[in-house]
Structure formats: C-alpha cells, structure tokens
T-cell receptor
Framework: NAGVMQNPRHLVRRRGQEARLRCSPMKGHSHVYWYRQLPEEGLKFMVYLQKENIIDESGMPKERFSAEFPKEGPSILRIQQVVRGDSAAYFC?????????????FGPGTRLTVL | AQTVTQSQPEMSVQEAETVTLSCTYDTSENNYYLFWYKQPPSRQMILVIRQEAYKQQNATENRFSVNFQKAAKSFSLKISDSQLGDTAMYFCAFMKARGSNYKLTFGKGTLLTVNP
C-alpha cells in the first residue's frame, strides 16, 4: 500500500524558469493538500484540492503559483518564473474524505532550489 | 486565526531517557484536533500522535504520549525510553474540527537530538 508519492525529490531551476511539482495521493484518497516549508520554519498551508476542483487556495501567492488535480493523474503544483524566494520544500498530503476528522498523510516533499 | 507556539528550538536527551517537548496554541474554537509530526533527516513528515480536543483522555502511542491541558491550551509530547531513531524535528499542529476545515497550522518545530 504505497504512501503519498512526490516527484521529483529535488528540483533545481534558474530564476525565470518554471517548476512543476507532482503529487500522487495514497490509494483511495481523493483530497490533496499542498504545504510549503521555508528554511527554519514550520509548514504553511497553500492549497486544498479535490479531483478537478480547487476548494481553497487561500494560502497560495496571488501570482505565478497554480495548482490542479485532474480526473486522471497526479496533482500538479506549478510555479512560473521562479525567484530565489521560492526556494523551499513543498509537501503534499492526502486524506480520504477531506474532513477534519481525517488524518493527513504526507509525502516526502520536493526540495526546490532556485539559482 | 490560530497560532501554534513551540518555545524550545532545540533539545537533547540521552538514549533511554525521557524527554518532553512543549507546545501551546491559541484558538477561540472549542472543538479541534492537535497533532505531533516528526521530520527526521530524510525530511519525510511522519504522524506521531493525534488528540481530539473533546476527549479528556490523553492520547498514547507506544513510547509517545501527550499531556493535553485544554484550559491552558497546552499540548506537550513525552517520549519515553528515547532511541537514536527519535532524532528529528518535531512539529506541533492544530486543525479546527468544524465542517470541512482541513488546514493544519504548524509551529516552528523543536529539533530533538538523542545522544548515545
């Protein structure tokens, strides 16, 4: 029973390039959450998605960031025109029902470095 | 808005001894969930223990237990018989229990080192 999968584990981009981070939830989970961890900080909520729907993107920066969770395939967090301040670890979590009674299970994270 | 405070940036303990990590939180909610997550050097976030605020009994998972003081808004983690593999960052987290509230709010973490 595979856990939450994220790839790539490490991603290096130059300023101005695009970064695409992928997350496959646990089997049977249809709710995905993205969090960002800046150096020396705890994780901060970015966005919550169900299949084909963005439920809450209140934690997403207004520009350059977008997320999707298509009917088929992984959830994608996309960062356009990356800047050095985007360097962080990005974690995806999933849960079965999207309720607060759920436990969110985390993937191993993608460490993005912007040169 | 909820806040979670971990006042101990770093702690250390000798192998086989007991250590307690502190966490306080601020909320106006009456029902909520509290969590401790562990982040070892691999950076994977691993759930250690979970507490429902409406339950008075403190949660326990093997060597890990919590001291939940709702009135004081305190949620400390006790690790008994510490092992080298317990070395990690430990994050305390809060989640509302209303409807489909799903955002975890994390503290800044406590780096625990278990020494041989």
């Amino acid at each position: 029973n595979a856990g939450v999968m994220q790839n790539p584990r490490h991603l290096v981009r130059r300023r101005g390039q695009e970064a695409r981070l992928r997350c496959s939830p646990m089997k049977g989970h249809s709710h995905v959450y993205w969090y960002r961890q800046l150096p020396e900080e705890g994780l901060k909520f970015m966005v919550y998605l169900q299949k084909e729907n963005i439920i809450d993107e209140s934690g997403m920066p207004k520009e350059r960031f977008s997320a999707e969770f298509p009917k088929e395939g992984p959830s994608i967090l996309r960062i356009q025109q990356v800047v050095r301040g985007d360097s962080a670890a990005y974690f995806c979590a999933s849960s079965p029902y999207g309720q607060s009674a759920d436990t969110q299970y985390f993937g191993p994270g993608t460490r993005l470095t912007v040169l | 808005a909820q806040t979670v405070t971990q006042s101990q940036p770093e702690m250390s303990v000798q192998e086989a001894e007991t250590v307690t990590l502190s966490c306080t939180y601020d909320t106006s909610e009456n029902n909520y969930y509290l969590f401790w997550y562990k982040q070892p050097p691999s950076r994977q976030m691993i759930l250690v223990i979970r507490q429902e605020a409406y339950k008075q009994q403190n949660a326990t998972e093997n060597r890990f237990s919590v001291n939940f003081q709702k009135a004081a808004k305190s949620f400390s983690l006790k690790i008994s018989d510490s092992q080298l593999g317990d070395t990690a960052m430990y994050f305390c987290a809060f989640m509302k229990a209303r409807g489909s509230n799903y955002k975890l709010t994390f503290g800044k973490g406590t780096l625990l080192t278990v020494n041989p």
